[in-house]
């Protein structure tokens, strides 16, 4: 299975508040796993990654949470502000190609209020 | 640094017209290059990648074609488009393990 599945679709956090979103895979193959942060009309920008074999990365705000056993990963960004609004995609890379086969979720539009 | 451009970074073009999108990175030798096609408010379908000079391989049958005629440069091309062709048009590269995306170019075809 080479899907990454992604939740929620979109996601509204206060301002000070932590936001959350949680994603999952099936391939075995995969082995690292990053995140992604799109503002509108721009491309997308690598944010923070993890490989399979360590369970936490933190990064300022961000930290990224995984769980192999359960095939599960997820990011946390915490004291959000409304600066972090956007798009956020969580991704897996498949080893043993020629190139990087990277498999994207669909994405998460996250907004911080004041 | 490495640095990856894209142009143009808006286009307009009527069905059945051709098209041209060109991608150029600075900064590295002989990367790994893709295109992905983004729908508004959707995921990122790779479209293209290519290894090197010359060699492109396609992910999904489409209207569109790739080239890579130089190491640091990669090109989307269509002879005739179709309605569906338009959307944000990202080319990126990758060293091993992560990719890095350009600024885009947002297609509408009318």
């Known amino acids: 299975q080479q899907q990454v599945k992604q939740s929620p679709q979109s996601l509204i956090v206060q301002k000070g508040g932590i936001s959350i979103i949680n994603c999952a895979y099936e391939n075995t193959a995969f082995d690292y796993f990053p995140w992604y942060q799109q503002f509108p009309g721009k491309g997308p920008a690598l944010l923070i990654a993890?490989?399979?074999?360590?369970s936490e990365k933190k990064e300022g705000r961000f930290t990224i949470s995984f769980n192999k056993s359960a095939k599960q990963f997820s990011l946390h960004i915490m004291d959000s502000q409304p600066g972090d609004s956007a798009t956020y995609f969580c991704?897996?890379?498949?080893?043993?190609?020629?190139?990087?086969?990277?498999?994207f979720g669909p994405g998460t539009s996250l907004s911080v209020i004041p | 640094s490495q640095t990856i451009h894209q142009w143009p970074a808006t286009l307009v073009q009527p069905v059945g017209s051709p098209l041209s999108l060109e991608c150029t990175v600075e900064g590295t030798s002989n990367p790994n290059l893709y295109w992905y096609r983004q729908a508004a408010g959707r995921g990122l379908q790779l479209l293209f990648y290519s290894v090197g000079i010359g060699q492109i391989s396609s992910e999904v049958p489409q209207n569109l074609s790739a080239s890579r005629p130089q190491d640091r440069q990669f090109i989307l091309s269509s002879k005739k488009l179709l309605l569906s062709d338009s959307g944000f048009y990202l080319c990126a590269w990758s060293r091993p393990y992560e990719q890095y995306f350009g600024p885009g170019t947002r297609l509408t075809v009318t």
């Open positions: 991704a897996a890379r498949r080893g043993g190609t020629s190139y990087d086969k990277v498999i």
């Open positions: 993890i490989r399979p074999d360590v």
